[in-house]
């Protein structure tokens, strides 16, 4: 028994509670489509995408409880293309300043703080130009003198 209670409590680490989703749910595209199959869950793939996103794992390796990772995946992506997940994060911003829970001096990102990494500026771009391989000069007299003090030397 002990082993199924925590096997529970771990299933739904990172899983939505009934507060989040009750938050979440108005904010979303609607969930069943007028024709066609109807789709998964919008809870069950929010809970897909959160453990995806909170592990770092590959979609590859998504849990089955939250269906085919393909699936899951290409919500994700939809969402992302259709600007929704901009919209959740601004109404939950609003939500938050409404309450006063917002603080604009944590919240706020100045531009020129953010460092670029050392490659990202100043270098020149483009590719190389080729350089000569060893094997060109290969049948060409030696350039240094040493060679040929050494031959003239024992003459």
Do not use: C
């Amino acid at each position: 028994m002990f082993a199924k209670l925590v096997y529970d409590r771990d299933m739904r680490r990172h899983e939505l509670t009934d507060e989040q989703w009750q938050r979440l749910a108005p904010l979303l595209p609607p969930e069943r489509p007028r024709t066609g199959r109807p789709n998964r869950t919008h809870r069950q793939i929010l809970n897909g995408i959160h453990w995806r996103l909170k592990t770092g794992a590959p979609w590859r390796d998504l849990p089955e409880r939250y269906g085919p990772w393909q699936t899951v995946y290409s919500r994700y992506r939809r969402w992302q293309q259709a600007g929704v997940w901009d919209r959740i994060l601004a109404a939950l911003h609003v939500e938050a300043d409404g309450r006063g829970d917002f603080d604009w001096d944590v919240h706020f990102l100045d531009g020129s703080v953010v460092r670029a990494h050392q490659h990202a500026a100043g270098a020149k771009g483009g590719t190389p130009p080729p350089r000569r391989s060893g094997g060109a000069g290969a049948g060409s007299a030696p350039s240094s003198t040493s060679g040929r003090n050494a031959t003239a030397s024992r003459s």
